[in-house]
């Protein structure tokens, strides 16, 4: 019997067919890159503005009726409403609405006081004393003292304390003693009396003003548990959150809700909004805003974006850039890029203004530093790389790679293919994507792209399987954190094995002193040493398009700290 | 009797098949509606593959030019986001989407046929430990199933031409079973038939009786299902685009063309973006269902559903 | 029909153990983990964590660990939520319930009535119109029927909200809530059951043809019995009888949300807390609750193993 044996034939001939000319035709579609015929810098960037509501009352009934409650979008928390015990940041967003520090950031990076009235630095910055305000209560009408200071950040020295951030860092006296050892306090911290606490560090640290003067947690609430080692108790209170802010929890309807009423006991006076929610979805929420179930939304800064909220007369438009930026990482382990002449010539072969003008078309501004503009560390004395695909074929050619017959490069018989990692974005990624490989064939290289979803590229980028991976950093409130990582004692996986002594030295001091002046200094220095050994391709700073109903006032939405300082100004328009 | 006994079987079966087959043809030639199904299926292949090579933009790349495109003279469905061709694209995409359809279908048809007749046919032990498997895999629910076995194949390191393979693996994974139960029982019911305890009673080896005997009265219902799942298939592969465990940009299937579409904007203002590519799956499973149902029911008239 | 039962009983077993063993294995293949998710982590943390949540063990022995945990009903504890994996499905499950209730209601009761009627009445216009409705409605992509859905029933026409389940800020209690609820499922609602709804249809008619054709149908025929009560009262019995054992497949369906729809409608159930806990590792949440629709999955085809023996005595012979 035939009959069956043709039937296979067939079918593998029709599927090797088919595969066939799939596999063929993939290569060829995107082969040649159109002309671009933009000016030489490209789109101009569009300046943060501020844009008023041109018809309020053309607002959706439904906000216009909702009267002293103002509803913000958010995406589904973690529900750990603790500060120092989520991993998801949108907890984070929850939390601030209730624990607002000792000491904040503003909108350029500077400290000023919040639930701290002032604040002393010793000369030699090994002593930090904190003065807190009078009167200061917990939202269930409780004392708020240095007590509850001290019990803070003892609880984040324990040893069984499962969240990620590590106190060690400010490098407090004896810290280490209670986390590794038997000690039962930990000495470099003194309760001088109800209003005062004293911390003693090891080494100056610029980081310790913020990191010691952090969000509080009400010793008599969340420690009346509390032993060394044994913190398996504190999840009972994730969803029954106690702080000091302008407003205190009220309910939490998973998937729909997060529901806060004004806290009589805020130190700056009861807030005029009666009700705070955080709408939460799972995806993204912006037409809720559309539909009026949102006061206020953000969305992605494009052309698009802006028209739409135009169209709509009842918004007021916020166009502000954040602290984050996108990048993309070298994997310094890869034999390709030890050599950083290699890693300029990928900064110079990849034509970053185009892909800028594409996606954000004017919304976003190539990056030159580590740093967004809105920081004091920023400079624009650095100039960012220039799209220069000559330059950078030279450098190839000069570290050994000679072009191939197919157009790629070859040096000792391996093809300079590079695997570039990256996470399935919502729209602009695969902007990114097309046009970064038509740049790279130019020059030369191989780009194999491979999407996976976050989780599995962080674990992948940890076992080192990439050669390049883009990220986008979180909102930075110090410009160390921006160049923490290239450091070559820090033990993050993104950037293992960058290892450069003058960089490493130049890190150091700039966060060894507290003075801000010093600080840029250090920091200007640091970046222009990162422009001879680039440890990544730096991107685009992002900025924000956040949109309110005009019956609200009050947001001020800042790149470093969102909408939280703005909570408590909140108002009814009219 | 110059024949053997063998031969005698062979011979007569041979003259039953062709006859059969003739039977087939001619009642399938009368149902319009499969005929239809047949035609358009063509139709989107031609559009598919052959297509791309009358468009000016097969071998075009990003035009930042002319991004954003409503349908116009030059562009007969627009242009996305990097200025490409929509229609050439929507072709281009069909390729990916038809031969991953066909791919996992082949696939999965082969294994469960596999597995399925070994176990009705042997029994016992087999039946036992093939069902079991496939009982234990159907246990998972199929979409969770998918995004684990996506997830657990992203860390090989394929290059991104041959993502389209890792994907037919995929689905043809979560498909067999099924398929498997269905073949099996399909052989537990003709391993009763006269024709079979025939060939017991002549004393033929296995193989000759499987191979020659039970497998060509399986095929029908093979051919039957692997055209009705070739739909399942291209849906399923159209859902993990959209989520973005499928072929990856800048290769272009219907379920990512959809997909990139997903913010607010292009999807209220843009809609020749994700509406094309959602119509081409639509008819294209229509068609294959449409045939397939039509298959089903010129090759067996009596033949149940499901 | 005792043996029967303690036999398919019996064959559970072996399957629940599979099943829990496959998925262990699957999710431990998967790259990533949890505490992955923080990016910032210096790997000293990473691994003081690591051996908090006692990950640093052996496959086989968290495996039983698991296990050991499930027969104590027990279901793990949820990395994200900080709870136990049951209070977690408590919260969620229940809103994917009643969109997938309301869709069984509306599915069943429409591809019921629109088989039975298209197979009495078969090769007529309106059969042929049903079965191209029923082709259609199989081949959309889901996600795609709901885009469509949001774009011209919420967006462009405004009669239904985009998506979510209630209406924030609005304090609706009672009656009022039920109300914005029900709003709120209309679309979702009609695209599960649009979806569904295919299958089912051609599964009625075809059992109804089938049955029609039969000789007891000819006989109740022949005594001259009305059409319609031939129909509806000998034929449909008959041909609804297997469709029993159907129904008890939907009811992993019922609990297992749908992850596509609720992604879609932004619907806050349990299928969009799957794939969030997929994103971020939470392992003993993805366990638990799979876990949880196999054991669902293998009741329920006992049940309708159980059912088909009750309704056709020779299955039990074998």
């Keep these: 019997m035939k009959v069956p044996k043709y039937y296979l034939i067939l079918f593998t001939a029709l599927i090797l067919f088919l595969a066939a000319c799939n596999t063929e035709m993939g290569g060829d579609e995107e082969s040649e890159a159109a002309p671009t015929e933009e000016g030489e810098q490209g789109l101009d960037v569009v300046e943060d503005t501020k844009i008023e509501a041109s018809d309020p009352d053309s607002s959706p009934e439904l906000a216009l009726n909702r009267g002293n409650t103002v509803v913000v979008g958010l995406q589904e928390p973690g529900g750990v409403f603790t500060p120092y015990f989520n991993t998801s940041g949108y907890d984070g967003n929850v939390q601030s609405v209730m624990f607002p520090p000792l000491v904040d950031i503003d909108e350029t990076g500077e400290p000023y006081p919040r639930l701290a009235e002032d604040w002393e630095i010793s000369d030699d910055e090994l002593t930090y004393t904190y003065h807190l305000r009078d009167d200061l209560k917990f939202d269930d009408g409780s004392a708020f003292t240095a007590e509850d200071v001290a019990f803070t950040i003892t609880l984040l020295h324990d040893p069984s304390y499962p969240g990620s951030t590590d106190i060690t860092e400010a490098n407090v006296v004896g810290g280490l003693d209670y986390k590794e050892g038997n000690a039962e306090e930990i000495e470099g911290i003194n309760v001088i009396d109800d209003q005062t606490i004293e911390f003693q560090l090891e080494e100056p640290n610029a980081r310790a003003l913020t990191m010691l003067g952090g969000q509080i947690l009400s010793e008599e609430y969340y420690g009346a548990d509390y032993s060394k080692g044994d913190l398996d108790y504190i999840s009972d209170y994730h969803l029954e959150p106690v702080g000091a802010g302008p407003f205190k929890f009220e309910a939490y309807n998973p998937g729909e809700e997060i529901r806060f009423t004004s806290n009589g006991h805020y130190y700056n006076g009861e807030p005029e909004i009666d009700t705070f929610i955080y709408r939460t979805s799972e995806g993204d929420s912006q037409q809720f805003f559309q539909t009026g179930e949102l006061d206020y939304s953000t969305f992605p800064a494009d052309q698009d974006n802006f028209e739409l909220l135009q169209s709509l007369g009842y918004a007021n438009i916020d166009l502000y850039t954040s602290s984050n930026y996108s990048y993309v990482a070298f994997n310094h382990e890869s034999e390709i890029f030890q050599d950083p002449n290699v890693r300029i010539a990928f900064n110079l072969g990849l034509d970053r203004q185009a892909y800028i003008d594409t996606r954000f078309q004017g919304y976003a501004e190539l990056a030159n530093v580590p740093v967004a503009p809105v920081s004091w560390a920023h400079t624009d004395e650095i100039e960012a790389f220039p799209y220069d695909p000559e330059e950078a074929k030279r450098l190839l050619e000069e570290a050994g790679w000679e072009e191939g017959s197919d157009g790629i490069r070859e040096k000792d018989g391996e093809k300079l293919r590079v695997y570039f990692f990256t996470t399935d974005g919502s729209g602009g990624n695969d902007i990114f994507v097309t046009l970064a490989q038509e740049n790279y064939r130019d020059i030369g290289v191989d780009l194999q792209i491979e999407q996976m979803d976050f989780n599995a590229l962080l674990s992948r980028v940890d076992n080192g399987d990439h050669d390049l991976v883009s990220f986008s950093t979180t909102m930075q409130p110090d410009p160390h954190i921006g160049v923490e990582a290239f450091h070559s004692e820090y033990n993050d996986s993104t950037f293992r094995g960058y290892d450069n002594p003058e960089v490493d030295e130049l890190i150091d001091a700039a966060v060894a002193v507290s003075d801000i002046d010093e600080r840029a200094e250090a920091y200007h220095e640091l970046y222009a040493k990162l422009q001879e050994d680039p440890p990544m391709i730096l991107l685009n700073y992002n900025k924000v398009l956040a949109g309110t109903n005009a019956r609200v006032e009050g947001f001020e939405p800042n790149g470093i700290r969102g909408i939280a300082p703005s909570l408590e100004l909140l108002r009814i328009a009219e | 009797m110059a024949y053997s006994s063998n031969e005698m079987i062979q011979s007569g079966h041979t003259v039953q098949k062709s006859s059969l087959w003739k039977e087939v043809l001619k009642r399938f030639l009368k149902r319009k509606m499969a005929i239809a199904g047949l035609l358009i299926l063509l139709l989107v292949f031609l559009f598919s593959f052959v297509g791309p090579f009358f468009s000016p933009y097969m071998t075009a790349g990003t035009n930042s030019q002319a991004i954003h495109q409503a349908p116009n003279l030059s562009h007969w469905l627009g242009t996305d986001h990097l200025g490409r061709d929509v229609l050439t694209r929507l072709m281009l995409a069909g390729r990916i989407s038809l031969t991953v359809g066909i791919g996992a279908m082949f696939l999965a048809v082969t294994i469960g046929g596999i597995l399925g007749i070994l176990a009705g046919y042997y029994g016992g032990i087999i039946d036992q430990i093939v069902m079991r498997i496939a009982d234990i895999l159907m246990t998972l629910p199929g979409l969770p199933l998918l995004f684990i076995m996506a997830a657990i194949m992203s860390e090989w390191q394929v290059p991104a031409e041959q993502r389209l393979y890792i994907v037919m693996i995929m689905l043809s994974l979560v498909n067999w079973p099924s398929l498997a139960r269905l073949i099996r029982s399909q052989v537990l019911s003709l391993r009763e038939r006269e024709f079979m305890v025939a060939t017991e009673v002549l004393g033929l080896r296995d193989k000759r009786k499987v191979l020659n005997h039970l497998l060509p009265n399986v095929v029908p219902l093979l051919i039957v299902t692997a055209t009705l799942s070739v739909g399942g298939a291209i849906l399923s592969e159209s859902v993990l685009s959209f989520f973005g465990l499928g072929v990856v940009p800048p290769t272009a299937s219907w379920g990512n063309m959809i997909n990139t579409a997903n913010t607010l904007i292009d999807f209220t203002n843009r809609p020749w973006l994700w509406i094309p590519p959602g119509v081409a799956i639509f008819i294209t499973v229509i068609a294959v269902n449409l045939l397939g149902d039509g298959l089903r029911d010129s090759i067996d008239p009596n033949m149940k559903g499901r | ?318």
Excluded at chain 3, 32 to 44: K, M, Q
Excluded at chain 3, 53 to 58: H, L, V
Excluded at chain 3, 264 to 274: L, S
């Design chain 3, 1 to 318: 029909m005792n043996n029967y039962f303690v036999k398919r009983l019996l064959y559970l077993i072996p399957t629940l153990i599979g099943a829990s063993i496959l998925i262990f294995f699957l999710y431990s293949l998967i790259p990533g983990n949890f505490i992955d998710t923080d990016p910032n982590l210096t790997a000293e943390r990473k691994a003081e964590l690591y051996a908090l949540y006692g990950f640093d063990q052996p496959t086989i022995t968290r495996y039983f660990i698991w296990l050991g945990n499930l027969f104590q009903g027990d279901l793990g504890y949820s990395l994200q939520f900080q709870r136990p994996v049951t209070e977690v499905l408590n919260d969620y499950i229940w809103s994917s319930f009643i969109v997938a209730f309301a869709s069984l209601f509306l599915t069943w009761g429409i591809a019921l009535v629109i088989g039975v009627i298209s197979a009495t009445k078969q090769y007529s216009f309106f059969d042929s119109f049903v079965t191209i409705l029923v082709f259609g409605a199989m081949a959309i992509p889901s996600f795609f029927l709901g885009l469509i859905a949001i774009k011209f029933f919420a967006v462009d026409l405004g009669w239904f909200p985009a998506g979510g389940m209630t209406t924030s800020g609005a304090d609706y209690t009672g009656w009022a809530r039920i109300k914005d609820i029900a709003e709120h499922m209309v679309l979702p609602v009609i695209v599960l059951t649009m979806l569904g709804i295919g299958g089912l249809t051609r599964y009625f008619r075809t059992n109804m043809l089938e049955v029609v054709k039969q000789d007891f149908v000819r006989t109740a025929r022949a005594k001259g019995l009305k059409e319609k009560v031939v129909i509806y009262k000998h034929a449909l019995r008959n041909a609804l009888l297997p469709a029993i054992t159907l129904f008890a497949f939907e009811l992993p369906a019922l609990f297992s949300g749908a992850i596509i729809t609720e992604q879609i409608f932004n619907w806050p159930g349990i299928g969009a807390i799957y794939m969030q806990a997929f994103s971020v590792r939470d392992y003993p949440l993805l366990m638990g609750f799979t876990m949880f629709i196999a054991v669902l999955t293998v009741i329920s085809n006992l049940i309708a193993d159980i059912l088909y023996g009750i309704a056709d005595p020779r299955v039990r012979v074998k």
